[in-house]
């Protein structure tokens, strides 16, 4: 999300100039008196404790106004001390910071102020944290401590729904129970499907006002302290269902009947590593499928936050690490240098950088092609042939004496193959059968009589041959040449990215990117314009930790047909289709 | 009409005889119950998967069903039976107060009831002890269905002592005449009871009752029970202010209706023509017919909001419903018993007990229907319904539907039982009708009644 007017108050620039003005209408100091009015509106917001408040301008203070009324670091404290016992983090969540006060009234206002739950009362209770935050266009989660989430580019993602798969395979859920859920869409008055990249990814969002927490009788539901995921305590849930009524997105799944693979086998599974991939660091079982009877769904993988695969697997997760084009970035959403915020940061170019990698020709290609055409190197000694194949080119220049047989790296029957490939390709031979072509291959190895082929053959198979290496060497021009011509080749793209790195002179010749304007054309040119991001049904008010890049779908999008079926990946779709086999008298209707 | 005037020995009826009637009656509900049990037992072994239920979103289906459609019906005709007595008292309405006490029989076994559907619906319904009074103190807090548990035992203990207080009343002054081998009963319910607490007891009642009067569109059917769906926004079909309010004149309808229902199978059963006359029935009707009217206010209320001009979700939830054939029927339904009872108000020969126990009957059928239809349609259009697979499917399976078998068969049984033990009718009603009261109520009232009584 971001936000054109950088105001720190939440009623705007136009609000704080004025506050401004009349600051310097007055006699102190209005640098002060800004600074401080931005850091207090920090402290309302649960960036800045009072105490630092406080301990900041003290000295300020005393020196302009000579006396400090506000309430003394001392007096803070104590009536800090005073609200201790806030248990989790969820009823922080819910209550807010005056809750030892609405405690007290609500205990007062006896049951049945206690049955209202006059807790529940989000506007109330979220008090001037969230509005301000959400004014101010800041994400409004919890910006405290570690916050796990995601940023998933929808743009990278290809609907191969190997997400899908992975997730399945980690924690053994049952068919059509899928966690990970992945779908194209189309919105309303839009023909051709994929006529634009509809498509959306959906993991539990993992809110930070998660309102099927909220609602759980139990607390089955509840935020986990040390990384904010939204886990189900399947020891406690009743399967009451709420949670799945509640959250907005559909994401929970029942588990209506015994699941497929029982926790012995699960436990069986996992037997070569820290835990059982069930019970999480808490001693409380979170993890894999749920038993029959309670609530699941997506859990960000908490054994592997916890460490039990391995510190290596700290920081993924299943489905993140399935995904081929790279379009799930999992990480702690507070961390400006996690993954996922650094993905957020420079959509573009971290997009650049993953589409780039491992593909030619890169800088490194066209450098060699550089030194190859100055004769600095042989063609034999090349990384990157754009065309043209190392054997083919081996038997190439051995055939024409350039190479001593010393220095062959093919055996006899490995350069005959070869040379009856190259000989089978060319067109003046297409005639000839297998045992011509062999003969013909012998005659250019020196091995057969130049009479046992015609002399057309021979000639046709000697410009085979030569044409082996020029198209080779037309190869490597041609790559110099698309350099120079900037074509957007991954070596084009490597220098952008370098280039905007502040990197000093990265690129290969000065016929290749070298400023910055053009580096930033190139890239959005190759990973696609600076996209926008959205979070989904941001206005039902759940502060979910999901950030996406990409299309927002609309509110009549629906969903068609992607790339990939559930079924091609051995999964179901719809869960009903499995369920209605236990159904007791499964009538075929619908109300 | 009978002009025979109301004694102790026509209450007593039903507690010193039994009849063959009684015997096949309470066979058919016991085997009704028994035949659910025994699906329950099914469902309990072989997971929830034996329902027509399904996960909402990709899953293709509804989350909750029947289950939670019948207990909310349950929950309004208990709460409205509440209601009902309740005003009776406060109001001194004493017209109705031959049915009073079993509009709180209703309560009582509507939310006996209710209970068990919430225990039926649970996945892990063994865990209701541990985890929901475990951490009840936290989830009170902010839980919805937290409160609604929290209610509906507070209105059970409610009813309960309610009932409790005045029945120690009659059965001090009826003991005699009650059968003696229910004595330890009867020596429990009248513990310590001496004559100067009838003073204090009417007082209590009064007050318990003006609680009711005032806790119920704050608290109950008009409260906790709606905010279960009013309260969530991703849900347009429920997310409305007009939810509590609505609920409100569902469960009055019900509740009306099944004391109609229920005091007309005891009239009959044990000649009580006198004491539950037509009057009441008519009086009763006009009742049912003033809310039905409130009924179809509110939904057209949510209808021309939720069409009008509304967000897309809302107006996509609100059309499906509108076209929906059980909404249709639903509201079909209470239109036409509307029009019936305002007929018959105009024209009373219209009137015949038939007809009102078919009004009754009908508006049962439509509050239930259309109990069912709000919990599903919840479901099938939610605020993000993307999913190809929502709107989903949802049909009761066999199971869902013997639980509606087995939970009336249980609200009867309740019925058969009490009235075997204590009196189901006020000995102040019988009192009150031969005008011996001795308590000061207006005299103009009571010889109305009398008059109307001997009509
Ligand atoms: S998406 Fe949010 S509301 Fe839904 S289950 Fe996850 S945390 Fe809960
Ligand atoms: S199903 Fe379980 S986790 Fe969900 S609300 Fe009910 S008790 Fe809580
Ligand atoms: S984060 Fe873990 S649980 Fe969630 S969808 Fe990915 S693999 Fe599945």
Redesign the interface.
């Known amino acids: 999300m971001s936000t054109d007017d950088e105001s720190f108050h939440p009623l705007g620039r136009e609000w704080e100039g004025e506050l401004e003005e009349m600051l310097d209408d007055t006699e102190y100091d209005s640098d002060l008196g800004m600074k401080m009015a931005q850091d207090a509106m920090r402290v309302t917001k649960g960036e800045l404790s009072e105490a630092e408040f406080h301990e900041m301008y003290h000295d300020d203070v005393m020196e302009e106004f000579g006396v400090d009324d506000r309430p003394t670091e001392a007096a803070y404290e104590q009536a800090q001390e005073a609200q201790k016992g806030t248990a989790t983090r ?2 922080e969540a ?2 807010g910071d005056g809750e030892q006060s609405r405690r007290e009234t609500m205990k007062k206002m006896g049951a ?1 102020a ?7 009362w989000a506007t109330v209770d979220d008090g001037p944290e969230t509005n301000l935050a959400a004014a101010d266009g800041d994400d409004g989660g919890s910006n405290e401590g570690t916050q796990l989430g995601m940023v998933i580019d929808l743009e990278r993602c290809d609907g191969c729904l190997s997400c899908v798969a992975a997730c399945q395979e980690e924690n053994q859920t049952d068919q ?1 129970v ?1 966690w990970m ?1 992945v ?1 194209d ?1 189309r919105e309303p008055g839009q023909d051709e499907p994929g006529a634009s990249r509809n498509r ?1 990814v959906r993991p539990c969002q993992h809110c930070t006002d998660a ?1 099927c927490e ?7 539901r509840h935020t986990r302290d040390k990384d904010g995921l939204v886990l189900t305590d399947y020891d ?7 949670c ?15 699941p497929d693979v029982s926790t012995d086998e699960i436990e069986e599974m996992h037997s070569d590593m820290d835990g059982d991939h069930m019970v999480d660091d808490r001693d409380r079982w979170v993890d894999s499928r749920a038993p ?4 699941s769904k997506c859990t960000m993988c908490p054994t592997r936050q916890d460490g039990h695969m391995g510190d290596e697997y700290r920081g993924t997760t299943a489905c993140e690490e399935a995904c081929p084009p790279e379009a799930i970035n999992f990480g702690d959403m507070n961390d400006p240098d996690s993954k996922p915020q650094r993905y957020l940061r420079n959509v573009v170019q971290t997009r650049a950088e993953r589409m780039v990698d491992g593909e030619s020709p890169n800088r490194e290609n066209v450098q060699e092609s550089y030194d190859f055409l100055e004769g600095d190197i042989e063609l034999l000694d090349m990384e990157y042939l754009e065309d043209g194949d190392h054997d083919e080119i081996e038997a190439a220049l051995f055939i024409q004496g350039e190479l001593d047989a010393d220095d062959l790296s093919l055996d006899d029957e490995e350069l005959r193959e070869i040379v009856i490939d190259i000989l089978g390709g060319a067109d003046a031979l297409e005639d000839l059968d297998e045992e011509e072509l062999g003969t013909l291959a012998d005659i250019l190895l020196g091995d057969a009589d130049e009479g046992d082929a015609d002399a057309d053959d021979r000639e046709a198979a000697n410009d085979a041959i030569d044409a082996v290496i020029t198209n080779a060497e037309d190869g490597v021009q041609n790559v110099v040449d698309r350099y120079e011509s900037r074509e957007i080749t991954p070596a084009e793209v490597e220098e952008s990215l370098l280039i905007l790195d502040g990197e000093e002179e990265p690129w290969v010749s000065e016929d290749g990117i070298t400023d910055e304007s053009t580096a930033q054309q190139v890239l959005e040119a190759y990973a696609g314009g600076e996209a926008s991001t959205f979070k ?2 941001e206005e ?2 759940t502060n979910p930790n999901v950030t996406y890049v990409g299309n927002e ?1 609309g ?6 047909d992607g790339p990939v079926a559930y079924s091609d990946i051995g999964q179901t ?5 499995v ?1 209605d086999e ?10 | 009409m009978s002009t025979k005037s109301p004694t102790e020995a026509d209450i007593l009826r039903p507690v010193n005889n039994v009849s063959k009637k009684f015997f096949m009656l309470f066979g058919a509900s016991a085997l009704a119950l028994g035949i659910f049990l025994v ?1 329950w037992m ?1 469902q309990l072994a ?16 509804v ?2 069903g029947l289950y939670i459609g019948a207990f909310i019906w349950w929950v309004g005709i208990a709460h409205g039976g509440i209601i009902l007595s309740a005003a009776v008292r406060l109001l001194g309405m004493d017209r109705y107060m031959p049915v009073a006490r079993l509009a709180e029989l209703l309560t009582i076994a509507g939310l006996s009831a209710a209970g068990f559907y919430i225990l039926v ?5 063994d ?2 002890v541990t ?2 009074l ?2 009840y103190h ?10 609604d ?3 509906i035992t ?1 209105y059970f203990v409610l009813t309960a002592t309610y009932l409790a207080l005045t029945l120690r009343y009659d059965i001090t002054r009826l003991r005699d005449q009650l059968p003696d081998h229910f004595e330890p009963v009867y020596k429990v319910m009248t513990l310590g009871y001496t004559k100067d607490e009838d003073e204090v007891v009417e007082r209590m009642v009064w007050w318990l009752a003006l609680a009711i009067i005032i ?1 119920a569109p704050l ?1 109950l059917h008009g ?2 029970i709606p905010w279960l769906f009013a309260v ?4 347009p079909a429920w997310f409305s202010a007009v939810q509590g309010p609505q609920f409100l004149t569902i469960a009055l309808t019900s509740a009306i209706s099944g004391v109609i229902i229920v005091a007309y199978a005891f009239r009959r059963a044990y000649d009580w023509d006198h004491i539950m006359t037509d009057d009441v029935f008519r009086g009763l009707l006009l009742w049912l017919g003033f809310f039905c009217l409130l009924f179809l206010w509110l939904q057209l209320q949510q209808n021309v909001v939720g069409l009008f001009a509304a ?3 809302t107006f996509v939830a609100q059309e499906a419903t509108l076209s ?1 054939w ?1 909404y249709l029927l639903s509201m079909g339904l209470v239109f036409g018993t509307l029009a019936y009872i305002f007929a018959q108000t105009i024209r009373p020969s219209l009137f015949t007990k038939a007809r009102a126990i078919g009004a009754a009957l009908l508006v049962l059928t439509a509050t239930l229907l259309e109990k ?2 709000f919990v ?1 349609e ?2 099938m259009h ?9 709107p ?4 009761p ?3 869902e ?1 013997l639980s509606l078998l087995g939970t009336i068969g249980m609200v009867v049984l309740v019925f058969l039982v009490v009235s075997k033990v204590v009196p189901v009718v006020e000995l102040h009603a019988v009192e009150h009708l031969r005008g011996d009261h001795g308590h000061g109520h207006d005299d103009a009232d009571d010889a109305a009644t009398e008059s109307e009584v001997k009509a």
Not at chain 1, 555 to 560: K, Y
Not at chain 2, 384 to 389: K, R, S
């Open positions: 969820m009823l819910f209550e049945g206690a049955a209202v739950g006059l807790g529940a059509g899928n859920y779908l869409y959306l309102p909220k609602v759980c009788p139990t607390t089955a406690v849930c009743i399967g009451c269902r709420y799945q009524v509640a959250c907005p997105y559909g994401v929970n799944y029942f588990q209506w009947d015994e029959r009877g309670v609530m989904l049904l039902v008010g779908p509110p009549e999008a629906e969903q068609v779709d719809n869960r009903k289709d369920l236990s159904t007791v008298g499964d009538f075929g209707v619908s109300l | 699906a099914y072989n997971g929830m998967a034996v329902t027509g239920l399904s996960d909402w979103g990709s899953g293709g289906g989350t909750w619906h649970m996945g892990r319904p865990r209701m985890s929901v475990g951490h936290i989830t009170v807090n902010n839980s919805p269905l937290v409160w548990v929290t209610v507070a806790m608290l409260g906790v969530l926004p991703g849900m967000p897309v979700d929906h059980a069912l239809l599903v919840g479901f939610p605020t993000f319904e993307i999913y190809a697979n929502t989903g499917e949802y049909f399976s066999v199971i539907w």
